[in-house]
C-alpha cells in the first residue's frame, strides 16, 4: 500500500558528495521513524541514519560528520546528503519508512527498490 521511491544514486570519486531522495506514497497517518540502511556484497545490510517523529537523528559510527539525514513530512521524503564519500561506502542504499496507514492506522514498515552507490576512482 506505502509504497517508496529512491533516487539520488550513481558513480562519484572518493571525496566527492551524494543527495538521496526517498519518497512515499499512499495515505499515511503517522510516520514513526525513517531510516537509510546499505548493503554491500557479502555483508549485512545495516543502519546508515534514521531520524524519528520527535526529530532524533542517529548515524552509523562510520558516516558520522559526513552523512546528514533530512525530511520533509509535507512531501512524505527523507533524503540523506552524503559528503567525503569513501570506498567504503559502496553499497545498495535503501529507505525505510515505519508508520500507520490513513485511515485504518494499520503499521506498515516499507522499504524502497535501493539505489546504488560506487564510490571509487
Known amino acids: 500500500q506505502v509504497q517508496l521511491v529512491e533516487s539520488g544514486g550513481g558513480l562519484v570519486q572518493p571525496g566527492g558528495s551524494l543527495r538521496l531522495s526517498c519518497a512515499a506514497s499512499?495515505?499515511?497517518?503517522?510516520?514513526?521513524?525513517m531510516g537509510w540502511y546499505r548493503q554491500a556484497p557479502g555483508k549485512q545490510r545495516e543502519l546508515v541514519a534514521a531520524i524519528t517523529s520527535g526529530g532524533s537523528k542517529n548515524y552509523a559510527d562510520s558516516v558520522k560528520g559526513r552523512f546528514t539525514i533530512s525530511r520533509d513530512y509535507a512531501k512524505n521524503t527523507v533524503y540523506l546528503q552524503m559528503n567525503s564519500l569513501k570506498a567504503e561506502d559502496t553499497a545498495v542504499y535503501y529507505c525505510?519508512?515505519?508508520?500507520?496507514?490513513?485511515?485504518?492506522?494499520?503499521?506498515?514498515?516499507?522499504w524502497g527498490q535501493g539505489t546504488q552507490v560506487t564510490v571509487s576512482s
Open positions: 499512499g495515505s499515511i497517518s503517522s510516520i514513526n521513524a
Open positions: 525505510n519508512f515505519e508508520g500507520r496507514t490513513w485511515p485504518a492506522r494499520t503499521v506498515f514498515n516499507s
